[in-house]
C-alpha cells in the first residue's frame, strides 16, 4: 500500500520536476536572490553507545549471506558491527519549512525536502531558499533487517520507523550566504 501511495506521487510529478514534497532547488537556484543551507551528520547506536564514523549508514552485526540483497545494501556487517540490531539509513533528508512572508523554494511556500544519500555525510544545498526564517529539520528513515525465509534472502526494509535528531532548528536565510547546521548526530536503535 505504502509503495503504490508513493508511486503515486512520483507519477503526478511533471517530467523533469521533483516529486511533490521535494524541493524543486534545481529548478530556482541563483546565488544573488537565494541563499543556502550545509548540514554534516553521523549516526550513533543508542543502544550499545557507539558513534559510527562519517559515511557509515549501516549495520549488521551477524555476517550477512554475500549473495543476499541486505548484503548488497550493507556492506557493514560482522565484526564491524557488534552487539547491535541491524539498521541501514539509505537517504537523509533536510526537512524546510518557510516561516513568514517572502520565505520559500522557487515559490513554494509549504514544507518540503531535499535529500541526499547518507554516505555522503553532508548536504550543500543549491542557493535555492528566498530570503526569510526557516524551520530546518535533518530526518532519516530507519530500515531493520528481515529474513523471511533465511539468511540467503535477507534485506532491509522500511517499516516508518526514524532516526532519532536534533528538532527543528529556526534560521534566517540571505540571499548569497550558507546557513550552517552544525554536526547533526542521527540516532538509531533507541531504547
Given at each position: 500500500?505504502?509503495?503504490?501511495?508513493?508511486?503515486?506521487?512520483?507519477?503526478?510529478?511533471?517530467?523533469?520536476?521533483?516529486?511533490?514534497?521535494?524541493?524543486?532547488?534545481?529548478?530556482?537556484?541563483?546565488?544573488?536572490?537565494?541563499?543556502?543551507?550545509?548540514?554534516?551528520?553521523?549516526?550513533?547506536?543508542?543502544?550499545?553507545?557507539?558513534?559510527?564514523?562519517?559515511?557509515?549508514?549501516?549495520?549488521?552485526?551477524?555476517?550477512?549471506?554475500?549473495?543476499?540483497?541486505?548484503?548488497?545494501?550493507?556492506?557493514?556487517?560482522?565484526?564491524?558491527?557488534?552487539?547491535?540490531?541491524?539498521?541501514?539509513?539509505?537517504?537523509?533528508?533536510?526537512?524546510?519549512?518557510?516561516?513568514?512572508?517572502?520565505?520559500?523554494?522557487?515559490?513554494?511556500?509549504?514544507?518540503?525536502?531535499?535529500?541526499?544519500?547518507?554516505?555522503?555525510?553532508?548536504?550543500?544545498?543549491d542557493f535555492c531558499l528566498a530570503a526569510g526564517e526557516?524551520?530546518?529539520?535533518?530526518?532519516?528513515?530507519?530500515?531493520?533487517?528481515?529474513?523471511?525465509?533465511?539468511?540467503?534472502?535477507?534485506?532491509?526494509?522500511?517499516?516508518?520507523?526514524?532516526?532519532?535528531?536534533?528538532?527543528?532548528?529556526r534560521r534566517r536565510v540571505v540571499p548569497g550566504h550558507?546557513?550552517?547546521?552544525?554536526?547533526?548526530?542521527?540516532?538509531?536503535?533507541?531504547?
Amino acid at each position: 500500500m505504502r509503495l503504490a501511495a508513493v508511486l503515486l506521487l512520483l507519477a503526478c510529478a511533471a517530467p523533469g520536476e521533483p516529486p511533490p514534497d521535494e524541493c524543486p532547488c534545481a529548478q530556482v537556484a541563483d546565488a544573488r536572490t537565494g541563499g543556502a543551507v550545509v548540514v554534516r551528520w553521523r549516526v550513533q547506536d543508542a543502544r550499545v553507545g557507539r558513534l559510527f564514523a562519517r559515511s557509515q549508514c549501516c549495520c549488521a552485526p551477524e555476517e550477512l549471506d554475500p549473495a543476499s540483497e541486505a548484503a548488497r545494501q550493507c556492506p557493514d556487517s560482522g565484526s564491524r558491527c557488534p552487539d547491535a540490531p541491524a539498521w541501514l539509513i539509505e537517504q537523509v533528508r533536510l526537512r524546510v519549512v518557510p516561516l513568514g512572508p517572502g520565505a520559500g523554494v522557487g515559490g513554494r511556500t509549504g514544507p518540503c525536502f531535499i535529500s541526499a544519500p547518507c554516505i555522503d555525510a553532508e548536504l550543500t544545498t543549491d542557493f535555492c531558499l528566498a530570503a526569510g526564517e526557516y524551520e530546518l529539520q535533518l530526518v532519516a528513515p530507519v530500515a531493520r533487517l528481515w529474513q523471511p525465509g533465511g539468511a540467503s534472502l535477507a534485506r532491509f526494509v522500511f517499516d516508518g520507523l526514524q532516526a532519532r535528531s536534533p528538532p527543528a532548528m529556526r534560521r534566517r536565510v540571505v540571499p548569497g550566504h550558507i546557513v550552517n547546521l552544525d554536526a547533526i548526530v542521527l540516532g538509531v536503535n533507541e531504547p
